[in-house]
């Protein structure tokens, strides 16, 4: 059973860095991709950036491609998301993502695990 559960999210002045953890609790050794979406208030929601198991293959969106970095410890079953430079437009309640099949997809309907967000408020 998969069990999402992030941490580091809270509040950061514009220009500064904040990095966000995931922990699937609920697995052990399995080969799952894994993710992070957005989403900000009245907007849908935003890929972020996913990591294949291996960490071999990533994508990001345009919006934080060069300012965020997705990376993975599978020995601590944790996902990690290193955001720099963070802009007012990057606040948003941060979702981490899983699935059984890495497919580099950006469409929030091709994961089927979701954690409950935490949220990261960015000041200007």
């Known amino acids: 059973q998969v069990r999402l559960v992030e941490s580091g999210g809270g509040l950061a002045q514009n220009g500064a860095s904040l990095r966000l953890s995931c922990v699937d609790s609920?697995?052990?050794?399995?080969?799952?991709?894994m993710g992070w979406f957005r989403q900000a208030p009245g907007k849908e929601r935003e890929f972020v950036a996913v990591?294949?198991?291996?960490?071999?293959?990533?994508v990001y969106a345009d919006s934080v491609r060069d300012r965020f970095t997705i990376s993975r410890e599978n020995a601590k079953n944790t996902v990690y998301l290193q955001m720099n430079s963070l802009e007012p437009e990057d606040t948003a309640v941060y979702y981490c993502v899983a699935d059984v099949m890495y497919r580099g997809s950006t469409r929030p309907d091709r994961y089927a695990y979701w954690g409950q967000g935490t949220q990261v408020t960015v000041s200007s």
């Open positions: 990591i294949s198991w291996s960490g071999a293959s990533t």
């Open positions: 609920g697995r052990t050794n399995s080969n799952y991709a």
